[in-house]
C-alpha cells in the first residue's frame, strides 16, 4: 500500500473506562471485531470488518487523573511526525503529545487545533493505517465542528496545505478541504444547538447498510441519538452519542436524496 499523502485522514482510535462494553456497543452497531488487546501498549486493541483493520479502541493510561470523556480521534498521515508538530505550533495550535515512536507500527503526536479540536497525527511503519475504509462498517468522512470556522480553515490549511471550497448557500457556512483531488475532510460551524460545554470536535462517519436500522441498535445498545436520520444528497446519515459519551456518526452512503450542493 503506497503511503498516503499529508493530511489525507489515515486512522481513528477512542479511549474507553470500559473497554469491553464500548467492545460490544460497537460489534452490535457496526459489526466490529476485536483483536487481541496489546498489553505492551496499554491493551490497545484493534477493532476488525471482514477481517481488516478500521479502528481501535483503548482504555485509560494508569495515573490519568479523573474519568477522561471518551471521544473518537481522527489521525492525519504524515510522512515526518516531527515536522508536522512544528507546524501546527507555527499555525497557532498546541501539542498535547510530542511526537513519539510507537514500537515499529510508527510515531505519532496528539494536537490541538486553535479552536479547541483534538486531532492526532500518524507517520505511519509498519501499521499503515485504515485496511478498509469507504464501506459499511468502516471510516467513510469526517468534520471539523468549530464555533470559529475562519481560524480553524487557516489553520488545516497551513498545516496539511489543503485546498479548500465552500458550499455556495447563503444559509450555511460549509467547507471542504481536499489535496487536489477529492474531498478530505469537512467544517462544520457549531451553533446554538450544542451546549457552551461541549468542546469543538471532529466527527467521524461510520458507513452502514442502513441508517434507521443503526440508529434503532445503537439505541437498544445504550446509546443516544443527537440528531436524525435525515436525508441528504451523500447518503442518510445521523449523530449519535455512544453509552460512554464518544459522539460518532452513521451514514448510509447508498440511499441519496437530492442533488451534490454546488461549491465555491
Known sequence: MASRPEGTPVWTDAMFTDLEG???????????TFGESASEYGNYTQAYKNGKAVAAVVPPMPG????????????????????TAEKIKSAGGSLLMEPMQVGDFGSMCLGQDPTGTVFGVWQ????????????SGTYVWAEVFTREPAKADAFYTAVFGYG???IKDEHMDYRVFDLGADPLLGRMVMGDEFPPEVPAYIQIYFGVDNCDKAV????????????????????????????????????DTRTTVGEMPEME
Do not use: T
Request: hydrophobic share 45%; aromatic share 14%; proline share 6%.
Open 22 to 32: 464500548a467492545k460490544e456497543f460497537y460489534g452490535d452497531v457496526l459489526g466490529w
Open 216 to 251: 434503532e441498535a445503537a439505541e437498544r445498545a445504550g446509546g443516544r441519538k443527537v440528531f436524525g436520520p435525515m436525508d441528504s444528497p451523500f447518503g442518510r446519515f445521523a449523530a449519535l452519542l455512544d453509552p460512554q459519551g464518544a459522539a460518532f456518526a452513521v451514514i
Open 64 to 83: 490519568q487523573n479523573g474519568e477522561p470523556q471518551s471521544a473518537w480521534c481522527l489521525y492525519f498521515a504524515s510522512p515526518d511526525v516531527a515536522a
Open 124 to 135: 505511519a511503519g509498519a501499521h499503515e493505517g485504515f485496511e478498509l475504509q469507504g464501506e
Open 164 to 166: 479548500s471550497k465552500k
